[in-house]
C-alpha cells in the first residue's frame, strides 16, 4: 500500500524523480502510519525504519571493508592475516541463511565457503582475522541481530 501511495505521489505531482518518489514514501509510511495507529498489528511501521537502518549500518560497514582491503593493496606491506572460522547460527530459516549469508559475502574481505549439514553453522574465510570470538561477537551483534529483527 506504501508503495502504491508513492507511485500515486509521484503521478500526482509529475515529477518523476527518486527524490520525489522517497518523499511520496515518507508521506506514505506518515498517512498508513495515522490510519492504522490503534490496530493490534503494526509490523510494518516496526519493519520499515529498521530495515533502513540496517541499509545505512551495511552500507557503513562495506565502506570500511572496502578501505581496509584498498589500504592493503596499496602499501607495500600486507596487513591480512586470514583464516577460516566456524560461525554458529541463529538463524533458521533458509531464508535467513541465505540473505545472511549474501550480506556476509558481499562485504569485502569474507566469503562464506560451506553451510554445515545440520544447517546450525556457516564456514566463513575471513581476510583479516585477528580475533575470532571478536570477529564471531561482531557478525552476531552486527549483521544477523540486525537481520533477524527485519526478518522476525
Do not use: C
Amino acid at each position: 500500500m506504501n508503495l502504491l501511495l508513492s507511485f500515486i505521489w509521484v503521478a500526482l505531482t509529475g515529477s518523476m524523480y527518486y527524490s520525489n518518489f522517497l518523499f511520496g514514501f515518507m508521506i506514505g509510511f506518515l498517512i498508513l502510519w495515522v490510519m492504522n495507529r490503534n490496530e493490534d498489528d503494526q509490523r510494518y511501521f516496526y519493519r520499515v525504519p529498521k530495515t533502513i537502518g540496517f541499509l545505512f549500518f551495511f552500507l557503513y560497514e562495506m565502506l570500511v571493508a572496502n578501505f581496509q582491503v584498498a589500504y592493503d593493496v596499496i602499501t607495500p606491506k600486507y596487513f591480512f592475516q586470514p583464516g577460516i572460522i566456524r560461525y554458529p547460527l541463529e538463524a533458521t530459516t533458509d531464508l535467513e541463511i541465505n540473505l545472511l549469508s549474501t550480506i556476509i559475502s558481499m562485504t569485502p574481505g569474507t566469503l562464506i565457503l560451506d553451510i554445515s549439514e545440520d544447517k546450525k553453522s556457516l564456514f566463513i574465510h575471513v581476510m583479516y582475522l585477528k580475533d575470532k570470538d571478536k570477529f564471531i561477537t561482531q557478525m552476531k551483534n552486527g549483521f544477523e541481530k540486525k537481520l533477524l529483527e527485519i526478518l522476525r
